[in-house]
């Protein structure tokens, strides 16, 4: 039924079982999956170059070292998983990855890293099922 | 003696503070330290401390921290792309400082009734568009990449020069020691590059660091010549970046420890002081020309770089977009109101109404160009493929049909 799923990892527990999810669904399904890392925390605002640069450098190395172990347990799952890394808002960004790439099937993790503002504003997950052009999967 | 170490403390637990905060929230620890800055100091003035007042040695690490900053921003033009787009990044760049340049002073004169000196130093502080403000934006959407963010990135460049210009030459003493400054900077500019080429790999790569005291050395000789001649160490600094800028794309090692030095040790200082001469009640008594000049820095970017946009063909969506970036200030309109304070061509209430008008530019604009005018032209090629990051073995695990 699905064909290609997109799913949000941020390395919290929560992402990592809509990861191991995603890995089940993509065998069932013979479906092409996505792992999503967004880097949320540059500096918006910023006073030099210098500190935007440093912190998506950082961020780009935090990142990467997560998605090549989501891409080691993949494949020790046996499917293939494509990975991006984007910077912005998670929920806007998922979102708007979803749409561009049309994919089929967008799965979050119930809570992820934002825990103190998900309080005030909402969960990314909350967002993402209100603005996703598609079907989406919140893992518990 | 012990007093200067608890103000240190005091100062560097601000700037802790701030760098923890800034983590936190994804804001620019420049934007909470001038908050923090502006709480410590209002607190100070309220309960009669003294620890937020800013000290002699504090005026001079803030003094070199805005020299370096400006060295740093020099040091970012991409001098390829700038070729490639010169034509509508000069006449972008350009505009961009000019008419609110002009617009601001002439507000702050006719309108305002400030003296002409302060009236300068508001165009001077609100012509300024943030190139850090717009790169962290453009990283974002992933138009840094593209033909339109280096256009804008170019633009924003030519706008800082004309700012650093302004304020080096428009309230120098036009005598002998300017003219030994400016030969002196020519001569320094034209020869610096290959001097620190060698010097670099010579002494260079060293954790006693020759390069960031060679770097340090010339801004300090320059920046000194400069304040003998009336004019303001950062112009001979943004100059100095620009013309080796190019050694620092092949040698990200010295930028870096460089960068680490500046934000250690440095920024901390200059923010958090602008943020402590911001007085609250003086802001609230000028709550409506603060408004006004606030208004009137966009109204007058818009107005001369729109139109711009619409003649060198960007799209409509695309031109809205790259004049709301070209609307946005932070740092150098820092600079600029601070170097205004602390030579005495405006007071205090005036500074703070051109802080906060200045960080309002650096928050407003950007967020309506985010939510409203993220350009959508997908077609013209100014957006970038997704990053895949993905070796061959994986091709090796598909599930087989």
């Known amino acids: 039924m699905y064909r290609k799923m997109l799913v949000a990892y941020d390395g919290s527990e929560g992402a990592r079982k809509a990861l191991a999810a995603s890995l089940e669904l993509a065998k069932l399904h013979g479906a092409e999956v996505t792992a999503l890392a967004v880097q949320e925390k540059l500096p918006r605002f910023a006073a030099t170059i210098d500190e935007v640069q440093e912190e998506k450098e950082y961020a780009e190395a935090y990142y990467g070292k997560l998605l090549e172990q989501a891409r080691a347990q993949a494949a020790e799952a046996g499917v293939e998983l494509k990975t991006l890394l984007r910077a912005g808002h998670a929920a806007q960004t998922i979102v708007q990855v979803a749409r561009e790439g049309g994919f089929d099937l967008v799965l979050v993790g119930h809570t992820g890293l934002s825990g103190v503002w998900a309080a005030f504003l909402g969960t990314t997950a909350e967002k993402v099922s209100r603005h996703a052009p598609c079907s989406v999967l919140i893992v518990r | 003696m012990e007093q200067v170490w ?8 601000v700037a802790l503070l701030a760098s923890l905060l800034s983590i936190r929230l994804g804001i620019s620890v ?3 330290e001038i908050f923090l800055g502006c709480i410590a100091g209002n607190l100070g003035t309220t309960f009669g401390w003294t620890i937020f007042q800013p000290t002699p040695w504090i005026n001079f690490l803030a003094g070199f921290a805005s020299v370096v900053l400006t060295f740093l921003a020099g040091a970012e033009i991409e001098p390829e792309a700038f070729r490639r787009l010169w034509k509508p990044s000069l006449a972008i760049g350009f505009v961009s400082f000019l008419a609110p340049f002009l617009g601001c ?8 009734g400030w003296p002409g000196e302060s009236a300068q130093i508001a165009g001077v502080a609100l012509s300024t568009t943030s190139m850090a403000v717009v790169y962290a934006v453009m990283v974002e959407t992933g138009l840094n990449n593209t033909e339109l963010g280096k256009l ?35 001569v320094a500019l034209w020869r ?35 304040v003998t001649a009336r004019s303001e160490a950062v112009l001979p600094a943004y100059l100095f970046g620009m013309v080796i800028a190019g050694l620092f794309v092949h040698d990200k090692v010295i930028l870096h420890r460089l960068r680490a030095t500046t934000f250690a040790l440095l920024t901390p200082f200059f923010f958090i002081k602008a943020g402590t001469l911001v007085s609250l009640p003086a802001l609230v008594a000028g709550f409506g020309m603060l408004t006004a000049l606030f208004l009137m820095k966009m109204v007058t970017k818009i107005v001369g770089i729109w139109p711009l946009c619409r003649l060198f063909g ?15 200030g932070l740092t150098f309109g820092s600079i600029s109101a601070l170097f205004g304070l602390t030579h005495g061509y405006i007071d205090q209430a005036q500074y703070s109404i051109l802080v906060t008008g200045v960080i309002a530019s650096a928050v407003i604009p950007t967020i309506i160009a985010q939510v409203w005018f993220h350009p959508r032209e997908v077609s013209l090629g100014l957006q970038e493929e997704p990053v895949v990051l993905g070796t061959s073995e994986h091709f090796l695990h598909m599930p087989e049909d």
């Open chain 2, 192 to 226: 610096l590059p290959g001097i620190c080429r060698w010097f670099f790999s010579l002494w260079g790569g060293r954790v006693i660091e020759p390069e960031i005291k060679l770097i340090f050395l010339v801004l300090t000789v320059l920046g000194g010549l400069a």
């Open chain 2, 314 to 328: 960007i799209p409509v969506r695309e031109s809205n977009y790259t004049t709301l970036l070209m609307a946005t």
């Open chain 2, 152 to 186: 804008i990135l170019a633009a924003c460049f030519i706008t800082d020069l004309g700012t650093v210009l302004a304020l080096g030459l428009l309230f120098a003493e036009y005598d002998r020691w300017l003219l030994i400054f400016a030969v002196v900077t020519l």
């Open chain 2, 6 to 13: 608890y103000t240190a403390a005091a100062w560097i637990g």
């Open chain 2, 105 to 112: 002073m002439a507000y702050a004169y006719y309108v305002g």
């Open chain 2, 30 to 32: 420049a934007l909470v």
